[in-house]
């Protein structure tokens, strides 16, 4: 079903639910106690047939875990009815291409033999990391990444652009004579990103600007304002807002980013240990990673 009729159905329901309310002035009855949720079907349970081949639960989850299924604003119940409907597609396509001995070419079973040991792969290497990454394993990995942070100073500062110096120095006179700079900035500066915000570039430390720029702008104590600074943008007045030291991120904000990194390493350590103790064997026909590919 098109979206605008499902949004249509959905306003017609709610206005026949409404207006008989309006129309009568009472009070409303006050709302039923929300439904349990229902239980989650076991994976065994038949959801279709096609030509008497089951469809269960179980494969519907493993479709809704395809990357190339994702349904971004789908709701839930609508993307089941859409993942029964792809299955139904998937299982006529696969009996046809039976009958058609597709799996009986040799490109096929190469394939087929190639998916699975990845998937056996993918398995085995979540199942492990999942092992790995403890919580106890995550704090310690937070923890001494915190040890080896060293102090940065940032500086929270606004600037204006110009294309020249003689405008730069007349705005910098404009602002020490007392106009504000987030009005001057919104009036001239010629920084798309930062313009409508007063000129404001938020906090930044040394290295993440070019080195004129970040030089004066360090050098400055909180409150002032430079003189005119040249950098390949063009030239700009600079004001601090303030400084510190940058405060370490919290265990909880950096706990995604934990987390992948020991996953990450959890893996690449499986393979290099299955490496080491495999006995591998190169024969004479084997491409070498470092030649180069011929035209």
Do not use: C
Request: glycine fraction near 6%.
């Amino acid at each position: 079903m098109p979206t605008h009729s499902l949004f249509w159905r959905t306003g017609v329901l709610a206005l026949g639910l409404v207006l008989p309310v309006a129309a009568g002035a009472q009070t409303p009855p006050a709302p039923a106690p929300a439904a349990a949720p229902a239980p989650a079907p076991s994976p065994d349970t038949v959801v279709a047939k096609v030509n008497g081949a089951p469809i269960t639960a179980g494969d519907l989850a493993v479709a809704a875990d395809d990357p190339a299924l994702s349904l971004p604003g789908v709701g839930d119940a609508q993307k089941q009815g859409l993942l029964v409907d792809y299955m139904v597609d998937l299982k006529l396509g696969a009996q046809a291409a039976e009958k058609a001995k597709v799996g009986e070419n040799p490109d096929f079973t190469r394939k087929l033999a190639y998916f699975r040991d990845k998937l056996l792969l993918d398995e085995y290497l979540e199942r492990e990391a999942k092992k790995a990454v403890t919580p106890a394993a995550e704090r310690a990995l937070y923890d001494e990444t915190v040890k080896a942070m060293k102090p940065e100073e940032e500086v929270h500062a606004r600037h204006i652009l110009v294309d020249n110096e003689a405008d730069a120095k007349k705005i910098a006179a404009r602002i020490k004579g007392g106009e504000d700079f987030s009005k001057v900035a919104a009036e001239v500066s010629k920084d798309p990103g930062s313009k409508a915000e007063g000129g404001d570039l938020g906090w930044f430390t040394k290295e993440r600007m070019v080195a004129p720029f970040a030089d004066a702008a360090f050098k400055l104590d909180a409150g002032k304002i430079s003189d005119p600074v040249k950098t390949q943008f063009g030239w700009h007045v600079i004001r601090v807002e303030e400084k510190r030291t940058k405060p370490v991120p919290s265990f909880e904000e950096m706990k995604e980013q934990v987390e992948a990194y020991l996953t990450r390493k959890t893996q690449q350590d499986i393979i290099a240990k299955l490496r080491e103790q495999g006995k591998i064997e190169k024969t004479a026909a084997a491409p070498k990673a470092d030649e180069p590919t011929k035209p």
